[in-house]
């Protein structure tokens, strides 16, 4: 079992940056892929970022590219999401993920953390 807790949310501008953080527990957090996720309004979760264990591969949705950050610590057990250049369609609520496969954790993860709520004003 893998607990996950996110925290860093807030109600900020557009612009401007903000970086969530995932802590893991349970069982030991290498050898799983963490991925972020994000559910807004009325909208379906979508698929953010994720970060592999082992060789620190990434993937980006292409609403993100260029301006997110996926990171781990695999010693703090924690994986980050840096926002840079926050937009009010980031608004959502954003949620950690893992899974053994770098693969599947972009489609269906196994484990989910309980979501935070990052609103960007304009």
């Known amino acids: 079992q893998v607990q996950l807790v996110e925290s860093g949310g807030g109600l900020v501008q557009a612009g401007v940056s903000l970086r969530l953080s995932c802590a893991a527990s349970?069982?030991?957090?290498?050898?799983?892929?963490m991925g972020w996720f994000r559910q807004a309004p009325g909208k379906e979760r979508a698929f953010v970022a994720a970060i592999n264990w082992s060789d620190g591969r990434t993937n980006y949705a292409d609403s993100v590219k260029g301006r997110f950050t996926i990171s781990r610590d695999n010693a703090k057990n924690t994986v980050y999401l840096q926002m840079n250049s926050l937009k009010p369609e980031d608004t959502a609520v954003y949620y950690c993920?893992?899974?053994?496969?770098?693969?599947?954790?972009?489609?269906?993860?196994?484990?989910w953390g309980q979501g935070t709520q990052v609103t960007v004003s304009s």
């Open positions: 993920a893992a899974h053994r496969s770098f693969s599947v954790v972009i489609t269906q993860p196994y484990y």
């Open positions: 349970g069982r030991t957090f290498s050898g799983y892929a």
